[in-house]
């Protein structure tokens, strides 16, 4: 069956700039997480969604940054006001039912450049 | 906290040797314990699991055995092969009380030459 997908693929923005990233999750995944990935940090955790709860919003790292998802399906990561730190590639990732030993699949991710 | 700490790469191997990528960790509780591995120009792909202390993860020739006395998962290969050169990602998911978010070490280069 299908992936999970997100688009676009890559992003050039300029400072300043609102952005927003896409994540499709595979269908069925009740549980959806975002990470970044970047030279000096990582890969990071940012935000997870599980059903109807309220997200865990303990890895956003600032308040530029938000995260929606409508319909427990499709979800939004926008960054407001971008800065050259945000450049990262963006992760999303799906599981099943987010318990701890589940498998959790990786989308392809967003490249952020901000210039 | 919980933590990862895996050795610094790159690690650099001819074909058919043997390899270990050492994985460590910090964590309260029981946590499942992973190995993920991004091969060039591709997302992240899971490689192995083990939820429990003692269970053996394996996939592809790989494995790793999750090591409760001694915090540790590495990671074993024992005749890598050009196509395994990738970066591999040791990460843990805390016990359920918490987000089973995933806490990732920084990564192994491994780079296999014929």
């Known amino acids: 069956g299908a992936g999970v997908s997100q688009s676009p693929s890559n992003k050039v923005t300029e400072k300043g700039k609102d952005v927003e990233l896409r994540c499709d999750p595979i269908?069925?995944?009740?549980?959806l997480y975002w990470y970044r990935q970047s030279l000096g940090q990582g890969l990071e955790f940012l935000i997870y969604?599980?059903?109807?709860?309220?997200?865990?919003k303990s890895g956003l790292p600032s308040d530029r940054f938000s995260a929606e998802r409508t319909g427990g399906s499709v979800s939004t990561l926008t960054i407001q006001r971008t800065q050259q730190e945000d450049s990262a590639v963006y992760l999303c990732?799906?599981?099943?039912?987010?318990?701890?030993?589940?498998?959790?699949?990786f989308g392809p991710g967003t490249r952020l450049t901000v210039l | 906290g919980n933590s990862v700490t895996q050795m610094e790469g790159p690690v650099t191997l001819s074909e058919e040797a043997f390899l270990t990528i050492n994985c460590t960790y910090t964590a309260t509780g029981y946590p499942s314990l992973f190995w993920y591995v991004q091969y060039p120009g591709e997302g992240l792909q899971l490689l192995l699991k083990?939820?429990?202390?003692?269970d053996k993860g394996s996939n592809k020739g790989f494995e790793a055995t999750y090591r409760k006395e001694t915090t540790s998962f590495h990671l074993e290969k024992g005749s890598v092969q050009v196509s395994d050169s990738a970066v591999y990602f040791c990460?843990?998911?805390?016990?359920?009380?918490?987000?089973?978010?995933?806490?990732f070490g920084t990564g192994t280069r491994l780079q296999v030459f014929p």
């Open positions: 083990a939820t429990k202390a003692d």
């Open positions: 990460a843990l998911s805390p016990t359920p009380n918490n987000t089973d978010k995933l806490i």
């Open positions: 969604f599980q059903g109807n709860s309220a997200p865990d």
């Open positions: 990732a799906s599981s099943r039912s987010g318990t701890r030993t589940d498998t959790q699949y």
């Open positions: 269908s069925g995944h009740t549980a």
